[in-house]
């Protein structure tokens, strides 16, 4: 399976919205990675990523959300996790990057 990403700038909030839809894996984290990264060259800003439909991810997946992060913060920003599975949690917290990044509520399975 692969994934879809959505996103628009939230105006009220300064920040990216960004919705990550079904699984993002070795196959395809660099393409995720280049895709976020493009969002913030267009502003300088925070990110908040819905991992509500957000199915898997694996570890390739999770260094390439590292390599966004760093990009982010270089600008004085911060990316932000809402609604992460519990069995994704469970791999934020296993790689202690639940210390990194922000996470925000979650979902039951």
Do not use: H
Request: proline share 1%; glycine share 6%; with cysteine.
């Amino acid at each position: 399976m692969d994934y879809v990403l959505d996103s628009a700038f939230d105006q009220e909030n300064k920040c990216w919205s960004v919705s990550i839809v079904g699984e993002v894996d070795i196959f395809n984290s660099q393409d995720m990675k280049k895709s976020l990264t493009d969002l913030i060259k267009q502003k300088n800003t925070d990110m908040v990523l819905d991992c509500k439909y957000l199915d898997y991810i694996d570890s390739t997946a999770l260094g390439a959300l590292v390599g966004v992060l760093k990009n982010v913060k270089s600008y004085g920003g911060s990316i932000k996790l809402r609604n992460v599975k519990p069995s994704l949690s469970k791999l934020f917290k296993i790689t202690n990057l639940d210390k990194v990044f922000i996470m925000e509520g979650d979902v039951n399975d």
